[in-house]
């Protein structure tokens, strides 16, 4: 079966860390692409970030440059979020999403709530 599972949210005191965890299979992890989107309450999804199938940090959104991190283990078809100094605003439900050509593959989601 084809699936990501999130996994690692919960809540945290504003400047606090998370490390969110995406768990990939039935497919060749290697080769998708990697993204973590947000969808906060009350707004739309947003991409957050996403890592390329070489490693490679790309298209992090403004607000989380600095702060937030992703990393991906091959050997372990998983992909992290290392998620630094959390504000108030960071609060919302984060998506895992494998991404190949023109499939995509979503998670359920993990909820992140920052309390001030």
């Known amino acids: 079966q084809v699936q990501v599972v999130e996994s690692g949210g919960g809540l945290v005191h504003a400047g606090g860390s998370l490390r969110l965890s995406c768990a990939a299979s039935g497919f060749t992890f290697s080769s998708y692409s990697m993204l973590w989107y947000r969808q906060a309450p009350g707004k739309e999804r947003e991409l957050v970030v996403s890592?390329?199938?070489?490693?490679?940090?790309?298209n992090a959104a403004d607000s989380v440059k600095g702060r937030f991190t992703i990393s991906r283990d091959n050997a372990k078809n998983t992909v992290y979020l290392q998620m630094n100094s959390l504000k108030p605003e960071d609060t919302g439900v984060y998506y895992c999403?494998?991404?190949?050509?023109?499939?995509?593959?979503w998670g359920k989601g993990t909820l992140v709530t920052v309390s001030s």
């Open positions: 999403v494998a991404v190949y050509w023109g499939t995509h593959v």
């Open positions: 890592i390329a199938i070489d490693g490679t940090m790309t």
